[in-house]
């Protein structure tokens, strides 16, 4: 069992404590009820999924009206519907707490590079595997299992608001709107994001920043078919070619993006900052051994915690044209395409880094192929106020669980609902999470952490009360 | 009906007119036999087509038996059967003709971009469309066609032998082997092979260069597997990226191939060769109409014709890496791969490229990242002599058939068997071939069109006359 000992002496907040004593106790009925949910296949992405990620957002529905949520409903969007549940707290004057979280998963991608089956989720030593088990329905669950905990004492000590959402892998298209569309409805003190990694497991983390993201397809067409690369090799420009003529002119040779402007807005890191970040137990030897990378490499001046956190970059996602299968053929493909991401951070604008790339890219594109761009998704970067009610109680939370000290960091991925909670609602998030950098989200074989799953349950018990107190 | 009119008089040649008009009378029935023969999905580069491969040499072996010939064998092979055939002319001392075609094709490609199923073969207008009709189960079907109409009127004039091979589209690994084996059994006087292309339906056309061919896969490797772009995104280095630089790194701005020494060896054109090339009807509009590319591309200082048939290229055939299906994912990939080629002329030698390309990409891959490189296929161009009994025996059959002056071109496309044929059995290939630029060799919608295929039958059969007359 993990966490902190239950005092033995009579403490103010013994609701708090019978709450995580709750929680232990039920810890093996959870497991059950996670590799359920991990079970369905709900992946936003994919169009013929669109059934399992509706089977989802039922399933939640279900745990939040079973757990004596009050109003509980499931919008339709125009994509992947969107679970809301609320309880009002047991007295008046209470602050209310949005809980965020998206029950959606991303692909699975090569099934053969998985261990198991990724919606057969499966106990291995300390691990769920499963997709989606880090990547959020892990966390996601912890907070329902929390909230079970601290109800079963009574009347929550906060307004308790769920708003869970089966889009964030796709960029939250319906998100927004549905702010705007439902503001009062979700109108809260704070939000609680458990979207955002942790630097290892026994490291408790609050992330204060994260990097926005400029998502964009480039597609390059050639010739109306693919055709034989013999017949008209020589007279027909090469659109996979040209595409990769364009991905190379993105970056010079000192490995700094070389898109004109892109760093014209880049808020410097502070020397203060600079010296907290380097406390970070992230070092080349853990990044190359959760990675399997041979060597580390990025931007010349800054530690890697800094270019994961507080730089710009820019990746190739993906890559197809012509013969991508097994075999190979004697083709000019007749399209190419790359998808392509630039991570941003504060003071850069997705908007005006599309508008740069459309430009600059514009006069490379010869006139034997032609290039059509798509806007993918874009967010700017967002820094979270680190003095804020929320934040400081989530860092008392945090180490009552762990029983260590808090660790701030730059997060190096986006989460575009914390932008939009912010600028639309108003509302502030905070934001930690269950996930460590070894848990392959994204990848085959993710894997969830059930020690800090258990303690993920307990801190959000112990967040729920001081938040609560300190009003 | 195609082709010259049967003539009224008294010919000497009085068997050659009467199979003419045997060939014609059977065209329907020839139709439905070569609908059954595309209908078979015999993929050479796909495992798991591998009995569909065997079952089209079995329905040729059973095809060359029906027809009366007599020793019919299907060797095996360590990949795809060899179908030989065998017949005796009818009076001694004749030359004997062997002729080559290969019963394989390539993979269909994107099923959704043709507008039949690619083995449901489909007659629409003058054309059969289905994967293989024009590459090359259909002049591979004339051969068998003329040979029966020649069959019908007695034994043959001159000795027959086919040999038919199942790995073509995958670069012929049994057939070299296979040829140093059976020597004596291929002995012949000249090699007729019909896998040559057309400068178009009304252009009789003699293949007399065909340049050769070195094919690349190159897979960079990064991280173990597909990590978070936003976690790693700064510090990992991106495959993708890394293979893009390799193959731009490989053509200059002047739009040549930059690899070291890459045209050293290339032997020039001569003025006489480049005046009679200028001859063939191949125009930037024609070469436009046939691959709806937007403008023609290539090396300056050469027509289009002298790029496609006397020059060598390279070409990206594929690209994989990441994201590469519908859905977009945020990750650094794992690995990122490309099918690369190179179409090599007269004086190259594939092994020598093979190993520049080595040589120069190996210090342009930083140590962050690992490059596996890998030989597919290699293949020096060659060139037929030209004044040779069997070159213009088959002038003289095109130019009966299509009533035309032959056009002689050098195809840009590579027939290894043509210069395994020579190598390793001392034989010179003739070649024509009934497919235009138009019929979609190796992409989708490949289609025959089916009055040049009746030329084609007319063609072999006249072929094998004056062949026979002039020993």
Redesign the interface.
């Known amino acids: 069992m993990t966490g902190s000992p239950i005092p033995t002496l009579n403490q103010p907040d013994t609701a708090r404590w019978a709450a995580i004593r709750q929680a232990r106790q039920n810890l093996p009925r959870h497991l059950d009820a996670l590799k359920d949910f991990c079970g369905i296949p709900s992946?936003s992405?994919?169009?013929i999924r669109r059934d399992d990620v509706r089977r989802a957002a039922g399933w939640l529905a279900g745990r939040l009206q079973a757990m004596g949520l009050r109003q509980v409903e499931v919008f339709p969007t125009r994509v992947h519907p969107m679970v809301f549940g609320e309880l009002p707290a047991g007295q008046p004057d209470r602050p209310t707490v949005l809980i965020y979280g998206h029950y959606d998963v991303?692909?699975e991608?090569p099934v053969d590079?998985w261990k198991s089956a990724p919606f057969t989720p499966a106990v291995s030593g300390d691990f769920l595997f499963a997709r989606g088990a880090a990547d959020m329905k892990g966390p996601l669950y912890a907070t329902l299992a929390a909230v079970e905990a601290v109800l079963s004492q009574g009347p929550p000590p906060v307004n308790l608001k769920f708003i869970l959402e089966g889009e964030e892998e796709?960029g939250s298209p319906s998100l927004g709107p549905f702010l705007v569309e439902h503001a009062s409805l979700l109108a809260a003190d704070a939000c609680l994001n458990l979207d955002a990694?942790l630097l290892d497991y026994d490291c408790p983390t609050i992330t204060y920043g994260l990097?926005g993201?400029l998502?964009v397809?480039l597609r390059v067409h050639?010739?109306?078919?693919?055709?034989?690369?013999?017949?008209?090799?020589?007279?027909?420009?090469?659109p996979?070619?040209v595409?990769?003529?364009l991905?190379?002119a993105l970056?010079g040779p000192d490995g700094r993006v070389s898109l004109p402007g892109f760093y014209d807005r880049v808020c410097p890191l502070e020397a203060a900052e600079r010296a907290e970040l380097a406390r970070l137990p992230v070092t080349e030897a853990s990044?190359l051994a959760?990675?399997?990378?041979?060597?580390?490499?990025?931007?010349p001046g800054f530690s890697?915690v800094e270019?994961?956190g507080a730089?710009p970059?820019?990746?190739?996602?993906?890559?197809?044209?012509?013969?991508?299968?097994?075999?190979?053929?004697?083709?000019?493909?007749?399209t190419?395409?790359a998808?392509i991401?630039f991570?941003l951070v504060p003071g850069q604008d997705p908007d005006e880094i599309y508008a740069r790339l459309i430009q600059f890219l514009g006069p490379l594109v010869?006139?034997?192929?032609?290039l059509e761009p798509k806007l993918?998704?874009g967010s700017p970067a967002v820094l979270v106020n680190r003095a804020s009610r929320a934040t400081r109680a989530l860092e008392q939370a945090l180490e009552t669980a762990w029983e260590k000290r808090t660790f701030y960091q730059r997060?190096?991925?986006?989460i575009p609902v914390v932008t939009q909670m912010r600028s639309i609602l108003g509302l502030e998030s905070v934001l930690t999470g269950l996930a460590g950098?070894a848990d392959?989200?994204?990848?085959?074989?993710e894997r969830l952490h059930l020690p800090t799953f258990e303690r993920g349950v307990e801190t959000v018990i112990h967040f729920l009360h001081p938040f609560a107190q300190r009003i």
């Open positions: 992946i992405a994919d169009p991303q692909p991608g590079r796709i990694g990097r993201i998502a397809e050639g010739p109306s078919q693919d055709v034989h690369s013999g017949i008209f090799g020589g007279v027909i420009q090469n996979a070619e595409l990769v003529r991905i190379s970056r990044l959760q990675t399997g990378s041979p060597e580390l490499w990025g931007e890697p270019r994961i730089r970059t820019m990746e190739v996602n993906g890559l197809v044209s012509g013969c991508s299968g097994e075999s190979f053929a004697t083709i000019i493909p007749a190419a395409l998808r991401s991570r010869p006139r034997t192929v032609r993918l998704a997060g190096g991925g986006g950098p392959n989200c994204h990848g085959p074989n």
